[in-house]
């Protein structure tokens, strides 16, 4: 054995940087990091012709950047990626039957999910702010002067990314128990989260979806896409924020748990 | 000596699928083989000792330390899992180096262990190469040498020789042997009797998840006392020396041989047999060529212990 390996065994932290760092590059190498990074594309794309279209009209175009942050990364991109990413952190180790790898290793098994888990989440807020950052700028450029512009960027880049840690979270836990956790989620991120909106009271306040539209702009009632608005007050932002970290945690503890007790068998 | 890894009274199930039942065993450093035929227990014994499952009933422990989640243990120990599989789109030099950043080494040491292993394994030209573009045989190579790069004491093979051509399966055979000799604890399985047979004569024979016998092969074959020893002599003229053994006791049943030129014998007491055997030799003068035992293997032990 090496003399320079601590023979106590690794720290959970240290666990945790060493499958981060490994999974940060298996990460960009899977095909599904491109195809999602090509997503990110769509309202980059968007938002170039948006501003040929619109030149001139500047107060349309920051309206079309609110909808397209609301319909596309909020309701849509955030929650696929979050699925695929989130569900894979266990079962594309058992569906792959890698998972020997990991668990023979000298690494706490906490230290294994929490860092495949923020190496994940890492990759998809990497993936989402590129996005982001271009079609906001884009779409945004006539204010390229105002401080607060930036500000604005980083409020949101910020609340995604927030959005995407509660939801890995969330998906990552079905994953730990769930065979079929990818349908589960399906359902749940685009079934529950959206149908949720239109009910009444506040029961919307029992999705995921409505701490992250809390911290969005604001957007007047009206017009093709005002289904997707608010029914009720939405949350004030420190609640939101509150919230949606509260679940990301209960989340992580509980398939942390599960993790480390439960044993995974590979399929024959 | 003292036992490395030690289980007690383990079991282990699926369900209500028996995996390994009531298995206590010492391992002792050195080459121990697991034999027994597919579905028998071998990987659910590999995967309680590395400690990937929990025992229902007994424990399992190295050096008197349990192993389940004790992750500590681990850097102590060598897998090279059953199945073929690997990340995707990895090189094998990015495997290798990313498992033995794992285990804890510097960028710069799991370059060097990983470039030393490469050369061992017979894989330094092909490293850069994609997994997926690698053939059977070089999988289970890199697989293999993820399971020693990190220069564990213990190292758990399951199935390490499935895949390889013969010169491959002897590298490897090889390979095996040369940790054994570096005093490392080395449990190889295998379906496959001559395999295990090449490697080791400390074997382990599992069925149907139980322990059918454990302890070095000939002594196993010697407490088989229902089944007759087999004794194959080449010779020119093996009538002759049948004859002198028609009224021997001892025997139990001579046949001759296709050829014409070698005759097989049944006996009880093969010490007994050899004795009387260089007699006859001294004095016919016979030149006998060969004496070989054809059931003194694996392959027919583990048919015995099975039929008994």
């Known amino acids: 054995m090496n003399p320079n390996i601590n023979p106590g065994g690794p720290s959970l932290w240290m666990s945790f940087r060493r499958v981060f760092a490994l999974f940060c590059f298996l990460g960009r190498k899977t095909g599904k990091s491109r195809v999602f990074l090509l997503l990110g594309l769509i309202p980059v794309a968007i938002a170039v012709v948006v501003r040929i279209v619109m030149a001139g009209r500047s107060e349309d175009v920051v309206a079309v950047f609110n909808e397209i942050l609301m319909v596309f990364y909020v309701t849509f991109e955030i929650v696929i990626l979050s699925l695929f990413y989130g569900t894979s952190i266990v079962a594309e180790e058992t569906e792959g039957r890698t998972l020997s790898y990991l668990t023979t290793r000298p690494l706490a098994k906490t230290g294994i999910f929490l860092g495949k888990y923020a190496a994940y989440v890492t990759l998809m807020v990497l993936m989402v702010s590129a996005s982001l950052f271009f079609s906001f700028f884009i779409m945004n450029g006539h204010r390229f002067r105002e401080p607060a512009l930036y500000l604005m960027f980083l409020r949101y880049a910020g609340a995604l990314g927030l959005g995407i840690a509660a939801y890995t979270a969330l998906f990552a836990f079905l994953g730990t128990f769930l065979k079929r956790a990818i349908l589960i989620g399906l359902l749940f991120g685009f079934g529950w989260e959206n149908v949720v909106q239109y009910f009444p009271g506040s029961t919307q306040r029992l999705s995921l979806v409505h701490y992250m539209k809390s911290l969005m702009p604001r957007r007047a009632a009206g017009g093709p896409l005002s289904i997707l608005l608010f029914r009720l007050e939405p949350s004030k932002p420190a609640v939101a924020v509150l919230i949606l970290t509260v679940i990301a945690a209960a989340f992580l503890g509980l398939a942390c748990w599960l993790f480390r007790t439960k044993e995974y068998l590979y399929e024959e | ?308």
Not at chain 2, 103 to 128: F, N, P, Q
Not at chain 2, 144 to 171: C, M, N, T, W, Y
Not at chain 2, 273 to 282: D, G, K, S
Request: proline share 4%.
């Open chain 2, 1 to 308: 000596m003292t036992a490395v890894i030690e289980t007690k009274n383990l079991s282990k199930w699926y369900g209500n699928v028996l995996g390994l039942s009531d298995v206590s065993l010492e391992i002792e450093s050195g080459i121990t083989g697991l034999l027994g035929p597919n579905g028998a227990g071998k990987s659910t014994f590999m995967k309680l000792v590395t400690g990937q499952m929990k025992p229902n009933i007994g424990r399992v422990s190295i050096d008197g330390q349990d192993v389940w989640n004790n992750f500590r243990l681990f850097s102590r120990i060598g897998f090279c899992p059953e199945q073929d599989a690997f990340y995707a789109d990895v090189t094998g030099w990015e495997f290798l180096t990313g498992l033995l950043r794992l285990s804890g080494y510097s960028g710069a040491d799991a370059a060097d262990r990983a470039s030393r292993t490469l050369k061992i394994v017979e894989l330094s030209e092909d490293k850069d190469r994609k997994i997926r573009s690698y053939s059977r045989g070089m999988r289970q190579r890199v697989k293999f040498a993820q399971a020693v790069a990190h220069d564990p004491d213990i190292i758990i093979l399951d199935e390490p020789l499935s895949g390889l051509d013969p010169l491959g399966k002897r590298r490897l055979i090889r390979l095996v042997k040369d940790f054994q000799s570096e005093g490392k604890t080395i449990i190889v399985s295998s379906h496959v009797l001559p395999e295990i047979e090449a490697m080791t004569s400390r074997i382990v024979m599992i069925h149907q998840g139980k322990i059918l016998a454990q302890g070095d092969i000939h002594s196993i074959r010697d407490l088989i006392e229902s089944y007759p020893h087999m004794i194959s002599l080449k010779c020119g003229d093996p009538r002759a020396v049948a004859a002198r053994f028609v009224s021997d006791t001892s025997i139990l049943k001579m046949s001759f041989g296709p050829d014409g030129r070698s005759l097989v014998v049944e006996t009880h007491k093969r010490d007994a047999f050899f004795n009387r055997l260089q007699a006859v030799v001294l004095e016919t003068a016979i030149e006998v060529e060969e004496i070989t035992s054809p059931d003194d293997n694996l392959q027919a032990v583990f048919d015995y212990l099975v039929v008994k």
